[in-house]
């Protein structure tokens, strides 16, 4: 039982460049988000899902989408880099809504993009 | 928009002695609290959670207390240890929807030997 796997763990993208952040659970769970920890901020949703198929926007969207075609997988896709995506990024899931039980994260991706 | 005060930013203590956080937060309809510990370089942990139907939960050293009068609440960690070291993150439910979490900005806790 792995519990959330995230991949890859380090990354540096050139402004502009796009990328997908990997996210994996074995948990079973409905809901996975994804979350992005800078300095200072705590923790920021930046999109989740509530199942395959069903996802939305969370209090920091822009420059990123998802999909959610199985239970499994959440990818987090950064269209265009930019500096300000410089960042630790977080997947998450839980049994229930993240708001009411035990989320589950990953190890984390730290992303730089110079 | 709603929001989760956290405070102190850091915090340094002696070995053995106590750690007090303390959060507030703005949406009055909140009722579940959890806090998460990050290590260095790690994953956020939940070491502890608190519902708004109690007042008081405690688990061996960790403590939670909520006051949803003045709505805020504090972790408490007696005898803290070296171990203890980490970035603490305290949340709130918020209202409606997908029942969100939205954190604090986290306490960087030292416990010096």
């Given at each position: ?13 050139k402004t ?6 990997q996210?994996?659970?074995d948990m ?6 994804w ?15 509530v199942g ?5 926007q969370?209090?920091?969207p822009?420059?990123?989408?998802v999909?959610r ?6 990818p987090?896709?950064l269209?265009?880099?930019a500096?300000s995506q410089?960042?630790v ?6 049994y229930?809504p993240?708001g ?6 990953g190890?984390?991706?730290r992303?730089?993009?110079? | 928009?709603?929001n989760v005060?956290?405070?102190?930013s850091?915090l340094s203590v002696?070995?053995g ?5 303390k ?7 909140s009722n ?5 510990k990050?290590e ?6 939940l ?15 960790i403590?939670?207390?909520?006051n949803?009068?003045a ?8 005898e803290?240890q070296?171990e203890?070291?980490?970035v603490?993150?305290c949340a709130?439910s ?9 954190f604090?900005?986290?306490t960087r ?5």
């Open positions: 039982n792995a519990g959330v796997t995230q991949t890859p763990k380090f990354q540096v993208l502009g460049q796009s990328m997908t952040l996210c994996a659970q079973n769970h409905e809901y996975m988000s979350y992005r920890q800078d300095p200072g901020m705590g923790l920021r949703l930046i999109h989740y899902s395959a198929g069903i996802t939305d969370g209090e920091v822009n420059g990123y989408n999909s075609s199985t239970t499994e997988d959440f987090l896709r269209l265009s880099a500096p410089t960042s990024y977080f997947c998450a899931s839980s229930g993240p009411n039980t035990e989320a589950f994260f190890q984390g991706t992303l730089t993009v110079v | 928009g709603e005060e956290q405070h102190p850091t002696q070995e002695d106590s750690a007090v956080i959060c507030t937060y703005s949406d009055s309809a579940y609290f959890p806090w998460y990050q260095l370089g790690k994953r956020p942990q070491i502890i959670d608190i519902r708004s139907n109690v007042g008081e939960k405690k688990d061996q050293r403590a939670v207390t909520l949803k009068t709505k805020h609440f504090s972790l408490h960690i007696t803290t070296p203890d070291s980490a603490y993150f709130a918020l209202s409606g929807g997908y029942n969100k979490l939205i604090g900005a986290g806790l030292a416990v010096h030997p």
